[in-house]
């Protein structure tokens, strides 16, 4: 019996060591990129970009049109990711994946799909007689929200999953209604994991670049948001000012994760 157990237990070390190697790769890595990036400007200082007008604007336009998508997604998200969660409607495997092939495909494939139906007539009666989208900054919101809701799809609904349905059944026993029984119960319950699921939008259309750059063209101090930035820095040669600005753009990424983790009460280690 001994033999055994000292068996088992190396057996034992030796698995959660080769689990915790592995599980140490991609967040190592992702770490190490993190610091090279940080390291190399060498030139600029980390303010320096913020002296030109037209970043300022691209900076500007990315905080109004991302939060816009933000809400947008989440006003989206939370329905889909309710009924996701509590009923299995007809075909809801074929809205499920359909939910998710903005996650799946390559963004660019958005930004044609949105050239090509602004060309059909329903588009173009959008365009001519409601809002004009194509290269104009409600069209940088739209595809922002087109990638960043499917994402806040996948939160909402796990965040309802979370909340047992029985909880709304007992408000309901008690004389609540169906609107007063989700609000009150199913809506305050999910709170934390719908926060985290805007932050995740809110950070994905931030960040989001081939859609937009293809449907709303890289104009500057019109249709230029701060990823595109990025992508004319690099196309004329300022490598300093594209790097810093990439840096700006993860540090203000993992500042509203921290806020958030902070305001779920969620541990930071």
């Known amino acids: ?20 190697a592995s599980a140490a790769i991609y967040p190592l890595a992702l770490a190490a990129l993190l610091l ?5 400007p060498r030139e600029a200082s980390f303010f320096a970009p913020w002296s030109e007008p037209a970043i300022r604007h691209a ?6 049109t991302s939060l816009a998508a933000a809400f ?21 495997r074929l809205v499920d994946i359909l939910l998710y092939l903005p996650i799946a495909v390559p963004p660019l494939v958005l930004g044609v799909a949105l050239l090509i139906f602004f060309q ?4 173009r009666f959008i365009e001519h007689h409601l809002l004009a989208f194509t290269f104009a900054v409600p069209g940088i919101i739209l595809a922002q ?8 799809v996948r939160l909402c609904k796990l965040a309802f999953d979370g909340v047992p349905q029985k909880h709304a059944g007992v408000a309901r026993t008690l004389g609540a209604t169906r609107w007063q029984a989700f609000w009150h119960i199913e809506l305050a319950e999910s709170r934390s994991g719908l926060v985290e699921a805007f932050l995740l939008a809110w950070t994905t259309a931030f960040g989001s670049f081939g859609p937009v750059a293809l449907f709303c063209g890289i104009t500057r101090m019109r249709t230029e948001i701060l990823s595109s930035s990025i992508f004319l820095e690099f196309s ?3 490598l300093d000012n594209a790097l810093i600005l990439s840096l700006w753009m ?9 806020l958030v983790r902070g305001r779920t009460g969620k541990p930071i280690w």
Request: charged share 10%; proline share 5%; aromatic share 10%.
């Open 1 to 20: 019996m001994g033999p055994e157990n000292r068996v088992g237990g190396w057996r034992g070390r030796a698995f959660l060591s080769l689990v915790g």
């Open 36 to 40: 090279c990036l940080a390291a190399y």
């Open 59 to 64: 900076f500007l336009l990315s905080v109004v």
């Open 72 to 92: 947008l997604s989440l006003a989206l998200a939370i329905p889909s990711g309710y009924v996701l969660s509590r009923y299995r409607i007809p075909g809801w």
């Open 120 to 123: 059909t007539a329903p588009g």
């Open 145 to 152: 929200t087109l990638v960043s809701a499917a994402y806040a």
């Open 236 to 238: 004329i040669g300022n």
């Open 250 to 258: 993860g540090s203000i990424a993992a500042v509203a994760l921290l």
